[in-house]
């Protein structure tokens, strides 16, 4: 696979461990265990790991891949690089040296700049005084509903330059959103065969509360049965807000 992305808000790609497993609704239509799927069959090395089939599936266990750890060293140019766009790299079985030694390869290359994305805010919340956070680590926390918002509270917590929520899929309103501390929020509708539609008052209530708070916003798509279908156009113009770098305290 090529390390170049498609996400619109990121630049590369960078999976130092693969496979994951269903946390919450936003799991339910994953693209990445889709994709893993696909590799598997292709005889890709890295996604030849089966997960549990009531939460994953085939190709998609989760696995440790230490070879990866020297892809950044490699690049030659400054790039943004999304972190483990196809696992979670604070999944319960991802050990905590492990998670110390991704942190280690962001800190000595800090040409680049790195996002991190996770789902299990608790741990995060955990671990996050037994590690080192290098000033160039961006750190976001997935939102898909208001049954998520604790994972906000979570990040808060967390001692990164940046902190960020991915609210894709969005599948509901965020009533009751406290954005303190928070520097960056993408939101987004599902794509894909399965996708469950999002509401324009969703998307404009969370916007709204991004420009009350002045929290960087960055529309990504309405979704559809691709990504594309639908557009990424909010009332007329495009959201591309990036977040200030730099550490700013929670409050």
């Known amino acids: 696979m090529s390390d ?3 996400i619109e808000w990121t630049e590369a790609t960078w999976n130092p461990t693969t496979g994951c497993d269903r946390v ?13 799927k696909r590799l598997k069959a292709m005889g890709s090395p890295k996604y030849q790991a089966d997960g ?20 950044p060293y490699g690049w030659k140019s400054p790039r943004t690089v999304f972190v483990n766009s196809m696992s979670d790299l604070f999944h319960a079985r991802v050990p905590l040296d492990y998670v110390r030694q991704v942190f280690e390869v962001i800190e000595q290359t800090p040409q680049h700049t790195y996002q991190v994305l996770t789902k299990r805010a608790r741990r995060l919340r955990q ?20 049954k998520e918002l604790s994972r906000v509270g979570d990040l808060r917590q967390v001692p990164a330059a940046v902190r960020f929520l991915s609210c894709e899929p969005l599948l509901g309103p965020l009533d009751g959103l406290d954005l303190t501390g928070i520097h960056w929020l993408i939101a987004g509708g599902e794509s894909g065969p ?36 639908s557009g990424r156009t909010l ?7 990036m977040p200030m770098r730099g550490p700013v305290p929670a409050g």
């Open 127 to 146: 671990i996050a005084d037994r590690l080192r956070w290098p000033t160039n680590l961006w750190m976001g926390v997935s939102v898909e509903s208001a």
């Open 194 to 229: 399965r996708f469950r539609p999002v509401d324009e008052e969703w998307i404009t209530g969370i916007r709204d509360a991004c420009i009350q708070a002045d929290v960087a916003f960055f529309f990504k798509q309405w979704g559809g049965r691709t990504p594309k279908a």
């Open 235 to 241: 009332q007329g113009r495009t959201w591309d807000q």
């Open 52 to 71: 549990d089939p009531r939460t994953s599936g085939p190709g998609f266990g989760l696995t440790v891949h230490p070879e990866a750890l020297r892809v």
């Open 24 to 36: 919450s609704e936003g799991c339910d239509n994953c693209y990445a265990l889709t994709l893993a």
């Open 4 to 6: 170049r992305s498609a």
